[in-house]
């Protein structure tokens, strides 16, 4: 269980834990962190990847990033931006693709739900060859030529071997939020992290929605 706010609080000292996505916490998400702890060293920031559940009520965590449309009503936060996905195969299996016409492979994956479920309505005879649990997975296959496969536009467009297969969907748009349990609301080292976040990923949002596809990857 994490300690309560106590007298470090007022200094911006002490431990703060924070979840997040690997895919994200590995990638885009990972210079937002460490102009946070640069800025703010008194503040021990611990990043820790899950891409299941987090009790923040038990304190497995200070704070969850997380892609949902639905976030708990027990927690507060903030929406950060909308993530768009679409799908995503190498340059050169597209090409060859395109060439003869026919229907794309299309990789199995159980990385997350969303893919999970949209990748079952685009091939639901689910003919797989190939399967992944992980999108940093997704990502490795797509590079090999293997398929096809749903992934966000912050990393597909960052990927110069990738090429989007279609225009990202809006109704695959998710919400990225930042999450706390209501206790913790007067936490400066809550509050100064929120604010921290919410004008770094504003400066990425183009990215984020796949409104503006990148052509080397993320710094």
Not at 167 to 190: E, V
Not at 196 to 211: D, P, R
Request: hydrophobic letters at 40%; aromatic letters at 8%; one cysteine or more.
């Amino acid at each position: 269980m994490r300690g309560r706010p106590g007298r470090q609080d007022s200094q911006l000292c002490g431990d703060l834990h924070v979840t997040a996505i690997n895919n994200m916490a590995s990638s885009i998400l990972m210079p937002m962190f460490a102009r946070f702890s640069a800025a703010h060293p008194g503040i021990k920031l611990h990043i820790e990847v899950s891409n299941k559940y987090v009790s923040l009520a038990d304190r497995q965590a200070d704070i969850a990033i997380r892609l949902t449309n639905a976030p708990l009503d027990t927690l507060i936060g903030a929406r950060l931006t909308t993530v768009a996905s679409t799908v995503y195969g190498s340059r050169a299996y597209l090409k060859e693709l395109r060439a003869s016409g026919q229907h794309p492979r299309w990789l199995g994956v159980d990385c997350c739900d969303f893919h999970h479920h949209w990748t079952q309505q685009a091939c639901p005879d689910h003919d797989h060859q190939f399967f992944v649990d992980d999108t940093l997975l997704t990502v490795a296959a797509l590079e090999q030529g293997l398929g096809v496969a749903y992934l966000p536009c912050f990393m597909g467009d960052s990927n110069a071997k990738l090429e989007r297969y279609c225009a990202p969907d809006p109704s695959f748009d998710l919400g990225l939020w930042l999450l706390y349990h209501p206790d913790l609301r007067r936490t400066r080292r809550i509050q100064t992290f929120r604010e921290h976040m919410l004008t770094e990923v504003a400066g990425q949002a183009a990215l984020f929605s796949g409104n503006q596809p990148a052509t080397s990857p993320v710094q």
